[in-house]
């Protein structure tokens, strides 16, 4: 599941509680309910309705990357499988674009950031990370985009034995992206 570590979640409750946005009573009914885990609690408040800009916008501030809004448009097909998946799914990262010789990387959690060397030596790209929300605009989540990713990966596999399985794998896997 791609979500927030722990010390993120700690680190973004302990803003909203300090800015007033979340009171001690609501933070302490939350966490009962959670059973004292902070990235569950965090979790829970994108899903009950909090606002995930002002989310994204802390992230963004605390840990000095820049944010990012993704929608299929913004999202190059080609650079998606630039990365395996199962490191994509393991680490809940989101290859977004490549831009000459830099790799644009979207991470809901921004200690992924460390990952930089890693995909580096995968790609043979720079890598520059943004902060994304867990939830997209335009109904677009980092799961949906993976399930398309998984989609060109067989299709990929298809190709071997199958050039026409191929072909129709992948473009209904970008007509319904």
């Known amino acids: 599941m791609i979500g927030y570590s722990k010390e993120v979640a700690d680190r973004v409750l302990r803003i909203l509680q300090a800015g007033g946005q979340l009171e001690q009573d609501q933070l302490r009914d939350i966490m009962n309910k959670q059973n004292g885990k902070s990235p569950e609690v965090l979790s ?4 009950n309705g909090f606002d995930e800009e002002v989310i994204q916008t802390i992230l963004s501030r605390a840990y000095a990357l820049r944010r990012k809004t993704v929608t299929p448009e913004t999202i190059d097909k080609d650079i998606l ?7 994509i799914k393991k680490e809940g990262i989101l290859p977004l674009a490549k831009e000459g010789r830099f790799l644009r990387v979207g991470a809901v ?3 992924k950031a460390t990952l930089g060397g890693q995909i580096k030596a995968l790609t043979n790209f720079n890598v520059e990370f943004f902060v994304i929300k867990h939830k997209k605009a335009g109904g677009l989540s980092i799961e949906r985009v993976l399930h ?3 989609t060109l990966l067989h299709g990929r596999r298809n190709a071997l034995w199958c050039p026409t399985a191929f072909r129709k794998s992948f473009h209904h896997a970008v007509d319904n992206f």
Request: proline letters at 12%; a positive charge; glycine letters at 0%.
């Open 44 to 47: 829970s408040l994108i899903h």
């Open 81 to 87: 499988k630039s990365l395996p998946i199962k490191f």
């Open 109 to 111: 959690d921004p200690t």
């Open 148 to 150: 398309i990713n998984q």
